[in-house]
């Protein structure tokens, strides 16, 4: 399986942008079977947990992203999604997705997708 992220760029604050993660070589069952999960990683900082979403839906979030950012997947199309709302400048990094099990992630990173939050 290869995570290809895509929907990065440059955004003012207070900015949108909606992330999609595509699992291609991936079969539709073994997608939805898994739980699903965005990261990211600032300049200088750890690749840190973003949002999650598991196999049978229940999604949470860190709380700077509460009530701005939604998490969501297609299984038809293999893909998980962020929606990135009211974009921050402390939101910069590039960001990955990738499936989790317990504290651990389960394919090869992709190469991310870097967003930027910036005037």
């Known amino acids: 399986v290869q995570l290809q992220a895509s929907g990065g760029g440059l955004v003012l604050p207070g900015g949108s942008l909606r992330l999609s993660c595509v699992a291609s070589r991936a079969i539709f069952s073994d997608f939805v079977d898994k739980n699903w999960a965005w990261y990211r990683q600032a300049p200088g900082n750890q690749r840190e947990l973003v949002a999650t979403?598991?196999?049978?839906?229940?999604?949470n979030y860190i709380d700077s992203v509460k009530g701005r950012f939604t998490i969501s997947r297609n299984g038809s199309r293999k893909t998980v999604y962020l929606q990135m709302n009211s974009l921050r400048p402390e939101d910069t990094g590039v960001y990955y997705c990738n499936a989790y099990r317990g504290a651990n992630y389960v394919y090869n990173w992709g190469q991310g997708t870097l967003v930027t939050v910036s005037s």
């Open positions: 979403v598991t196999n049978d839906g229940r999604i």
